[in-house]
């Protein structure tokens, strides 16, 4: 049996280095513009999130574990961050199923651990859709947990193109454990 819990804190800044106005979150934010008018350092207390660098959890995505982020541009390459999402700590079995291409089609391998190439693991090029069943995963662009990262909660995603993803690849998936 599977439980997830959401308890996490995290303060956004307005400047590098912890400076100017700070929003405190502990929820999910679509718009992080109404508290602040940009967001570049953060402390995150308790708990792991996924911060996006434009309103409603679009554009680039970063993981974020307890710790201090004093400057998202040098650190993440990020210059500002507009929304915010928490990842539930999550206890239980992981299980995902990618497929080669989307709406489910093609090859279909399913998943328990993490994956740091889809190609030498199941000699599979690309992945454009997948069933996450249980746990919470970051999928990357490049093998070995390279590139831009994408996180997946459970449920279906037929088409990643769809999401905003166009001609993203996703080649090396893992499994959101850390129990921040």
Do not use: K
Not at 85 to 106: C, L, Q
Not at 135 to 143: A, F, N, R
């Amino acid at each position: 049996m599977s439980t997830s819990m959401n308890m996490g804190r995290i303060v956004f800044y307005e400047d590098r280095n912890f400076q100017g106005r700070s929003y405190e979150c502990s929820s999910d934010c679509a718009d992080m513009s109404s508290y602040l008018s940009r967001c570049h350092s953060c402390r995150v207390q308790s708990g792991c999130f996924m911060v996006y660098d434009r309103n409603n959890y679009m554009g680039n995505q970063y993981f974020m574990r307890r710790g201090e982020y004093s400057d998202f541009q040098s650190m993440m390459g990020m210059t500002d961050i507009r929304s915010c999402r928490t990842i539930p700590m999550h206890r239980g079995s992981y299980r995902m199923r990618i497929y080669e291409r989307d709406n489910f089609g093609g090859q279909m391998h399913e998943m328990m651990d993490d994956c740091d190439s889809i190609m030498d693991r199941y000699r599979m090029s690309d992945c454009q859709s997948c069933n996450v069943m249980d746990g919470h995963w970051l999928m990357y662009e490049q093998p070995h947990f390279r590139g831009r990262m994408t996180y997946m909660r459970p449920g279906e995603y037929r088409n990643f193109r769809d999401m905003g993803m166009s001609g993203t690849r996703f080649m090396s998936m893992r499994r959101i454990t850390d129990m921040c």
